[in-house]
C-alpha cells in the first residue's frame, strides 16, 4: 500500500496534519495505538453536565486559526465576560488577582514590601546571557514574594510545573521578549498594554471533543486506525516503510512519502526506528512529564457560597493546599451544567504534588471537596463527579530544553520526510501545537510533488 503521508498519533497534532492534507487532496492514514482519537483532548457529558477531561478552553489570537476551525464546521462559544476575573488563594481565602503590572502594586496579595520591590522593577538586573527559569527570572525583575505569590501558582497552573526548573525562554517567550525589548516588564505593560493582540477564549456546545470529532469527520472513513500496533519503520527507496498490525490480525505493509510523528515523547523511545535516527532521539523519552488528575465536581448552586465570578482560583504552593487550582466551569461557557447546578474542575498532582496519582480515586476526591469546602464554601454531597487520571500530563519545557529541539531540527534535515509534531514542540498550549501541526501539513503539501 502506497500513501502520500502516514501519521503515527491521533491526538489533536496529528488529526490535524491528516485533516489539512485530505482536504489538500494528499491522502494520509492515521496510526493510533489506543482505543480512540482525540489523544488528551476529551469531554465528559453527563445528565446535563459537560466535564472537560484535558485542555479546557482554545484561546484565539488574530493568527488565522479561527478561520481554520470554522473550516471545519466548529461553532464557537465565547466565554462569559466574567472570565476575565481570577482569583488567588492566599493566607485561606480566594483573593482578586492583579490585573496587570500596576494591579500588582494595589493587591492585597502582596505586602508592603513587596509592592515596594515591584516598583524598583525597572532598576533589576540585566538579564543572563544564557536562559533561566521562570523564578529566577521573576525574582530578579520583581522580587521573591511576587515570585512565590503571583508567578509560582501561574506556572502550576500552565504546566502543572515546577517554576524553579522551567525555561523562561520556551515556556514563556512573551516575558523573555518584553524584558529584552523594553528593559522593564512594568513600562512594556504600559506601553504595549492597548496595543496589545486581542485574544479570546472560546470553547465548542459539545465541549473541546468538539474539534477532533470534526477532524475526524473531514478525514473521513478508514483513515483513521485504532488500537494499532507498529512493528517496523525505515526509510527505503526515498520512502518510509512502515509494518503495522491491528487487534492481532495479519501485519500490513505501509510505503509513505511522508511520516509524521506525533506522539508524546515518552512513546518514541518505544518506537522501532532506525538506529540511528532513535540515537538522536534517545534524550526524548527522558522529557518529565508529572501526572495530573482532573477532577470535576457538579453541585446545586445554593451549595456553593463563593459567587464564582470568574475564570476560577490558583492555589500557591506556600498555602499548603491539595490542589493547584480550579475552573469555574459554568461560569465560563453556557450549558456546561443543568439550570441551579455549578461546575467546578479541579486539578491535583503536577510537580509539586508528583505522588499524588498513588492515592485511590476516592482520596483524590476528598482532598479536592476539603479545598473546595475551605475556599468556595462548597458543602454537602456533589450532585456530579467525574475523575480523569493522566500518567504523564504535560511536558515540561525546563531548563535544557533548546537542545532537545534542537536535535528534532537535526532528525528532520537528515531525514528528509520526517516531521514531529504535538505539544512538546511549539508550546503545550492547544491552540500552539495546532497552529504548529497546521504549518507542517502546509509544509508537507508545498513540497508535494
Given at each position: 500500500?502506497?500513501?502520500?503521508?502516514?501519521?503515527?498519533?491521533?491526538?489533536?497534532?496529528?488529526?490535524?496534519?491528516?485533516?489539512?492534507?485530505?482536504?489538500?487532496?494528499?491522502?494520509?492514514?492515521?496510526?493510533?495505538?489506543?482505543?480512540?482519537?482525540?489523544?488528551?483532548?476529551?469531554?465528559?457529558?453527563?445528565?446535563?453536565?459537560?466535564?472537560?477531561?484535558?485542555?479546557?478552553?482554545?484561546?484565539?489570537?488574530?493568527d488565522g486559526t479561527e478561520a481554520r476551525l470554522r473550516q471545519l464546521g466548529l461553532t464557537l462559544q465565547e466565554a462569559s465576560a466574567a472570565a476575565r476575573k481570577?482569583?488567588?488563594?492566599?493566607?485561606?481565602?480566594?483573593?482578586?488577582?492583579?490585573?496587570?503590572?500596576?494591579?500588582?502594586?494595589?493587591?492585597?496579595?502582596?505586602?508592603?514590601?513587596?509592592?515596594?520591590?515591584?516598583?524598583?522593577?525597572?532598576?533589576?538586573?540585566?538579564?543572563?546571557?544564557?536562559?533561566?527559569?521562570?523564578?529566577?527570572?521573576?525574582?530578579?525583575?520583581?522580587?521573591?514574594?511576587?515570585?512565590?505569590?503571583?508567578?509560582?501558582?501561574?506556572?502550576?497552573?500552565?504546566?502543572?510545573?515546577?517554576?524553579?526548573?522551567?525555561?523562561?525562554?520556551?515556556?514563556?517567550?512573551?516575558?523573555?521578549?518584553?524584558?529584552?525589548?523594553?528593559?522593564?516588564?512594568?513600562?512594556?505593560?504600559?506601553?504595549?498594554?492597548?496595543?496589545?493582540?486581542?485574544?479570546?477564549?472560546?470553547?465548542?456546545?459539545?465541549?473541546?471533543?468538539?474539534?477532533?470529532?470534526?477532524?475526524?469527520?473531514?478525514?473521513?472513513?478508514?483513515?483513521?486506525?485504532?488500537?494499532?500496533?507498529?512493528?517496523?519503520?525505515?526509510?527505503?527507496?526515498?520512502?518510509?516503510?512502515?509494518?503495522?498490525?491491528?487487534?492481532?490480525?495479519?501485519?500490513?505493509?505501509?510505503?509513505?512519502?511522508?511520516?509524521?510523528?506525533?506522539?508524546?515523547?515518552?512513546?518514541?523511545?518505544?518506537?522501532?526506528?532506525?538506529?540511528?535516527?532513535?540515537?538522536?532521539?534517545?534524550?526524548?523519552?527522558?522529557?518529565?512529564?508529572p501526572p495530573v488528575s482532573v477532577i470535576s465536581l457538579g453541585y446545586a448552586r445554593d451549595q456553593v457560597t463563593h459567587p464564582l465570578d470568574g475564570f476560577g482560583?490558583?492555589?500557591?504552593?506556600?498555602?499548603?493546599?491539595?490542589?493547584?487550582?480550579?475552573?469555574?466551569?459554568?461560569?465560563?461557557?453556557?450549558?456546561?451544567?443543568?439550570?441551579?447546578?455549578?461546575?467546578?474542575?479541579?486539578?491535583?498532582?503536577?510537580?509539586?504534588?508528583?505522588?499524588?496519582?498513588?492515592?485511590?480515586?476516592?482520596?483524590?476526591?476528598?482532598?479536592?471537596?476539603?479545598?473546595?469546602?475551605?475556599?468556595?464554601?462548597?458543602?454537602?454531597?456533589?450532585?456530579?463527579?467525574?475523575?480523569?487520571?493522566?500518567?504523564?500530563?504535560?511536558?515540561?519545557?525546563?531548563?535544557?530544553?533548546?537542545?532537545?529541539?534542537?536535535?528534532?531540527?537535526?532528525?528532520?534535515?537528515?531525514?528528509?520526510?520526517?516531521?514531529?509534531?504535538?505539544?512538546?514542540?511549539?508550546?503545550?498550549?492547544?491552540?500552539?501545537?495546532?497552529?504548529?501541526?497546521?504549518?507542517?501539513?502546509?509544509?508537507?503539501?508545498?513540497?508535494?510533488?
Open positions: 500500500m502506497k500513501i502520500h503521508a502516514l501519521i503515527l498519533g491521533a491526538g489533536p497534532a496529528g488529526l490535524a496534519v491528516a485533516s489539512t492534507l485530505h482536504r489538500a487532496g494528499l491522502e494520509p492514514l492515521v496510526l493510533e495505538n489506543a482505543p480512540r482519537p482525540g489523544g488528551s483532548v476529551k469531554t465528559h457529558r453527563e445528565n446535563g453536565f459537560i466535564a472537560e477531561c484535558g485542555p479546557n478552553a482554545f484561546l484565539l489570537e488574530n481570577r482569583y488567588l488563594v492566599c493566607h485561606g481565602k480566594a483573593t482578586p488577582a492583579p490585573g496587570g503590572p500596576l494591579g500588582a502594586i494595589t493587591t492585597p496579595l502582596l505586602s508592603l514590601r513587596g509592592k515596594l520591590r515591584i516598583l524598583a522593577e525597572p532598576f533589576a538586573a540585566a538579564p543572563p546571557a544564557d536562559d533561566e527559569s521562570a523564578a529566577a527570572f521573576t525574582r530578579r525583575r520583581l522580587g521573591a514574594e511576587a515570585a512565590t505569590r503571583l508567578v509560582e501558582p501561574m506556572v502550576a497552573g500552565i504546566y502543572a510545573g515546577d517554576y524553579e526548573k522551567i525555561s523562561l525562554r520556551h515556556a514563556f517567550p512573551r516575558l523573555r521578549e518584553m524584558e529584552r525589548r523594553h528593559g522593564s516588564l512594568l513600562l512594556a505593560g504600559l506601553r504595549t498594554g492597548r496595543a496589545a493582540p486581542r485574544r479570546r477564549m472560546v470553547n465548542f456546545p459539545g465541549g473541546m471533543a468538539d474539534i477532533p470529532g470534526a477532524m475526524e469527520r473531514t478525514i473521513g472513513p478508514g483513515r483513521i486506525r485504532t488500537d494499532a500496533t507498529v512493528h517496523a519503520i525505515e526509510p527505503a527507496d526515498g520512502m518510509w516503510r512502515v509494518e503495522w498490525s491491528r487487534h492481532g490480525r495479519a501485519r500490513e505493509v505501509v510505503h509513505a512519502t511522508t511520516l509524521v510523528l506525533a506522539i508524546p515523547p515518552w512513546r518514541m523511545a518505544g518506537l522501532p526506528l532506525p538506529a540511528s535516527l532513535q540515537s538522536q532521539l534517545q534524550p526524548w523519552e527522558s522529557v518529565e512529564a482560583m490558583l492555589s500557591p504552593a506556600i498555602e499548603r493546599r491539595h490542589i493547584l487550582g480550579t475552573l469555574f466551569q459554568s461560569t465560563l461557557f453556557p450549558g456546561r451544567a443543568p439550570e441551579g447546578c455549578v461546575l467546578l474542575t479541579t486539578f491535583l498532582g503536577g510537580s509539586r504534588h508528583p505522588h499524588a496519582g498513588d492515592q485511590t480515586d476516592a482520596g483524590q476526591i476528598k482532598d479536592v471537596r476539603t479545598d473546595l469546602h475551605d475556599l468556595l464554601g462548597a458543602r454537602g454531597e456533589p450532585v456530579f463527579t467525574h475523575l480523569q487520571r493522566w500518567p504523564r500530563a504535560i511536558p515540561q519545557y525546563n531548563l535544557g530544553y533548546g537542545v532537545l529541539l534542537e536535535r528534532l531540527d537535526a532528525a528532520e534535515r537528515a531525514y528528509p520526510g520526517l516531521h514531529f509534531c504535538g505539544s512538546y514542540r511549539a508550546g503545550v498550549a492547544l491552540p500552539k501545537t495546532l497552529g504548529h501541526a497546521f504549518a507542517t501539513a502546509e509544509k508537507i503539501v508545498a513540497t508535494a510533488v
